[in-house]
């Protein structure tokens, strides 16, 4: 199926946003993780929350008005589903970021994350039964959908509030907590023009070639990667550093190690994050949680045995 020109602008200028995003929002379950723990702070894993609640209400937005008519896929929760989010979390610490952060580092020129997504293709190479999936509620339907919809009225209206009373517009939307909800918008806006889409899934459904639009979603691949770059030369972060043998193959063994508890779950935590937590997918609420308690074991176990290592880009 080729997309009209049209749809082609919106999915690849969305891809380039996200990116943006991404990287100026410096968003990372391992530096969330890592911030809780060593600063006893939650700016990032509020700003995660709040990007999933925004993904959630725009959506069930888009559902009403008949706009959107994917439902997204549930599976059911078993002990590989718990697997898989242990080697996301594993994976994510080996990589010193989850595949969120590793754009951000992409977008900062520490090029030797380029390696990530190539592991992570790879993981999703190695052979491993995925679960069969069914439907799962409508975005905004039910008592749970409508509590999903309450918070995300009720976080517009203090977020438009704040922007009425800020001084400088610009840089009050370039702060990096609320560069994370343009994740959020970019999110859907691909939703409705290229259906459901997070640069993971395209790894993996060309490790598959199981992807009717494949040639669109490795494009937005590459206009996510390039919004990142952008994003770092932008900020003044983009700081070229030339790859180190060690790091590259460290990213590439954490990225083999995420997409491989990716294909479990399945999922990788930017899907499950934006999608699965809002729509309310069981087997999403537990591989995320699972992801973060073995990221904080990991870092607990660094800390014990005095390894080096900083999830911050």
Known sequence: MIPSAGILAVALVSAALMGLAIQRGATCMVAAVDEAMSEGRYGRAAALAEAAIWVGG???????????HMTPAAYAVTGWTV??????????????????????????GQWAWLATPVGFFLGCLV?????????????????????IVTLFAACAIWRVSQLFSAEHIGRHLWHPH???????????????????????DALAALARSMDAMLSLRVLMVAALLGGAVAGGAIAGKLRRERPRGPDVLRCLAGGALMGTGASLVPGSNDGLILLGLPALLPHAWVAVATMALAIALAIRLAAVTGEAGTAKP
Not at 87 to 95: C, D, P, Q, R
Not at 127 to 147: L, Y
Not at 181 to 188: C, D, G, H, P
Request: proline share 2%.
């Open 127 to 147: 052979p491993v039964e995925a679960p069969m999936g069914h439907a799962g509620s409508s975005f905004g339907a039910g008592t749970e959908g409508a509590v």
């Open 83 to 108: 697997a898989g989010g242990v080697l996301l979390g594993v994976g994510a610490w080996v990589n010193r970021a989850c595949v969120f952060g590793a754009v951000a580092r992409i977008g900062a």
């Open 58 to 68: 725009l959506a069930a937005i888009a559902a009403a008005a008949g706009w959107l």
């Open 178 to 200: 609320r560069a994370t909800l343009l994740i959020a918008v970019t999110f859907v806006t691909t939703l409705l023009s290229a259906g459901y889409w997070a640069y993971t």
